[in-house]
Every structure is written in structure tokens, then in C-alpha cells.
């Protein structure tokens, strides 16, 4: 299993980046996939998940802001992230079929 996050930067207050994360190595079309992302000095945390069939869940603290996604041809997941604030901070990891990817970092400030 090999998964690869990209598109993390720097970005101001109220901005947007998206992310993604290029599976291989086990059928992705059959796996849920997740993002989580750690801040500085806290745990790990689940951000956002969707499901073999495209239902999706999100944490209380980035619903209505996040918006995760899948493309079953691309092998590829995308977490789009609007309205971005300070507390967002984080380094942002894709998991699946029990792995997790390097992370991607994200940093919202002004």
C-alpha cells in the first residue's frame, strides 16, 4: 500500500487549498478512505472520511467548510478546504487499508 498526500502550503485566513492523496497497491474502489491531521503537541485526529460507495463524514470542527472526494479511476482522494482558519494548522494524512501516507503540511496564517 503506497499513499502519496500533496498540496499543502501556506495560506492566509479564509483561504482555500485542496488536497490530494494518489492510492496504489490495493483495490482503492473497495477501501474507505480518511484524512486526519495532527497539530503541534496533540493527537492525531479524524477529519474526514468517505466510503467505498461515496457517503461521507466529517469532524464537527470542519463541517461545512471541508469537502472530501474520490476519483475510483484517478485512484485518488481530494479533501478541498475552504475558509480556512489558524486552528487548521496541521500536518494532514491520508489513511487506508491500514496505512497512512508521509502527510502534507498546511499552515494558515497571516
Known amino acids: 500500500v503506497q499513499l502519496v498526500e500533496s498540496g499543502g502550503g501556506l495560506v492566509q485566513p479564509g483561504g482555500s487549498l485542496r488536497l490530494s492523496c494518489a492510492a496504489s497497491?490495493?483495490?482503492?474502489?473497495?477501501?474507505?478512505m480518511m484524512w486526519y491531521r495532527q497539530a503541534p503537541g496533540k493527537e492525531r485526529a479524524l477529519v474526514a472520511v468517505?466510503?467505498?460507495?461515496?457517503?461521507?463524514t466529517y469532524a464537527d470542527s470542519v463541517k461545512g467548510r471541508f469537502s472530501i472526494s474520490r476519483d475510483n479511476f484517478k485512484h485518488t482522494v481530494y479533501l478541498q478546504m475552504d475558509s480556512l482558519k489558524p486552528e487548521d494548522t496541521a500536518v494532514y494524512y491520508c489513511?487506508?487499508?491500514?496505512?497512512w501516507g508521509q502527510g502534507t503540511q498546511v499552515t494558515v496564517s497571516s
Open positions: 468517505i466510503s467505498s460507495g461515496g457517503i461521507t
Open positions: 489513511g487506508a487499508a491500514g496505512s
Open positions: 497497491g490495493f483495490t482503492f474502489s473497495s477501501y474507505a
